[in-house]
């Protein structure tokens, strides 16, 4: 399991932050609270109204969620970057439903900074925007040899795109799932993707992160084979090949996710602890494609390259196994390499003994 922590930069930005606001460390765990309600038994309420536009909301999602997604993102775009180093080629960055900046601060700090980078925020709440700038102000290098770094912030609320102009690397992080609801009436899921693969240039890559649930982790799936079936997008993570999602049909209905190891921050723990959030482990389930296009990557088809998706278990008759999604099936894998930990890449060879972690 990866394991990792809040970057300081980004935690010298959070205490800065937090510095700006009177409000008790009581009155803003309660806060965070709120947003855990809002979140889950309260979905019904993000339709109507932007917890980014409340300063008390905001400033608990910024000293809790903002480190723990940038955590995710950056765990996402570490492996993608292993297998798709190209990727880190991309001048443009765009942040889609952005917050404030939690997948562009990831980027900032991953991507090496050889090159200038152009990031484009884009969300319905100007709060969240301005806040996001004064964040990623904190965490950019300054300008040296001519690299530049430099950001835009767009408020835009979705199913609206910005302009591409270039190709750029998408985020959309734990933003499908509140603009993807039922209740949201004239937002058409595959017609927004659909659009979205026409308007971004080849090359382009989009990385949607979901939290690491069952509801949303299911439905990131069935997104998965719509994308598919559009013949529009070649997946590149986590899926190692280009076929329907094995797990969608499963009885037991399990979903595709993954953890790592995360180490906070005290400036994090002080909100966190009090409210019983101490494991310092986090998940997610992730979707990385690019528009099929020409000029651009192509996803996994090698039939013998296969995910992770369970964890260590026993199995009969052997010492252990692991669930293996290979070639567009689930399949469990018996005497794994030693480290085989979820999320990992198996070259399976013609016989279990030949696997080797890649
Ligand atoms: C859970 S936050 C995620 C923020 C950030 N991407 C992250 O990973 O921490 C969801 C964000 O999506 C924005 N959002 C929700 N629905 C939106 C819509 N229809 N158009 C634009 N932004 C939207 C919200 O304002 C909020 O900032």
Redesign the pocket.
């Known amino acids: 399991m990866p394991s990792l922590a809040t970057p300081r930069p980004l935690l010298r930005a959070i205490k800065k932050q937090v510095g700006k606001v009177k409000v008790s460390l009581r009155s803003q765990g309660e806060a965070l609270e709120e947003l855990f309600q809002l979140f889950t038994s309260e979905r019904q309420h993000l339709k109507r109204f932007?917890y980014?536009n409340d300063p008390r909301l905001r400033l608990a999602y910024i000293r809790y969620?903002?480190p723990l997604?940038t955590v995710r993102s950056i765990c996402v775009l570490k492996d993608l970057l292993k297998r798709y180093p190209a990727i880190a080629e991309t001048e443009w960055v765009t942040?889609m439903?952005?917050?404030p900046g939690?997948?562009t601060i990831a980027s900032l700090l991953t991507l090496p900074a050889d090159r200038t980078r152009r990031y484009l925020l884009t969300?319905?709440?100007r709060g969240?925007l301005r806040v996001a700038r004064e964040i990623f102000e904190e965490c950019a290098p300054a300008e040296k040899d001519g690299v530049k770094t430099s950001i835009t912030t767009l408020q835009?609320?979705?199913p609206m795109l910005p302009r591409f102009q270039g190709p750029t690397l998408v985020w959309m992080?734990?933003?499908v799932n509140?603009?993807d609801h039922a209740e949201h009436r004239g937002i058409d899921i595959k017609r927004f993707f659909n659009k979205l693969a026409e308007k971004l240039p080849p090359g382009s890559t989009v990385i949607i992160i979901e939290p690491g649930l069952r509801a949303p982790g299911r439905r990131l799936l069935a997104l998965h084979d719509s994308l598919l079936e559009s013949q529009r997008w070649e997946i590149l993570a986590p899926c190692t090949h280009q076929k329907t999602c094995p797990l969608l049909s499963e009885p037991k209905r399990p979903w595709c996710h993954f953890h790592f190891r995360w180490q906070p921050g005290d400036i994090v723990k002080q909100i966190a602890v009090p409210l019983g959030l101490t494991a310092g482990k986090g998940s997610m389930s992730y979707l990385a494609m690019q528009p099929a296009k020409e000029g651009g990557l192509l996803g996994n088809r090698d039939p013998e390259l296969a995910r992770v998706i369970g964890d260590p278990m026993d199995v009969r008759h052997t010492d252990a196994g692991i669930y293996l999604c290979q070639d567009g099936k689930r399949r469990v894998f018996r005497n794994p390499p030693k480290e085989t930990t979820r999320g990992a890449l198996l070259e399976r060879g013609r016989q279990n003994r030949d696997a080797r972690l890649v």
Request: charged share 15%; aromatic share 4%.
């Open positions: 932007s980014m969620h903002l997604n942040d439903g952005a917050g939690s997948s969300d319905q709440s969240a835009q609320k979705l992080s734990m933003v509140e603009f």
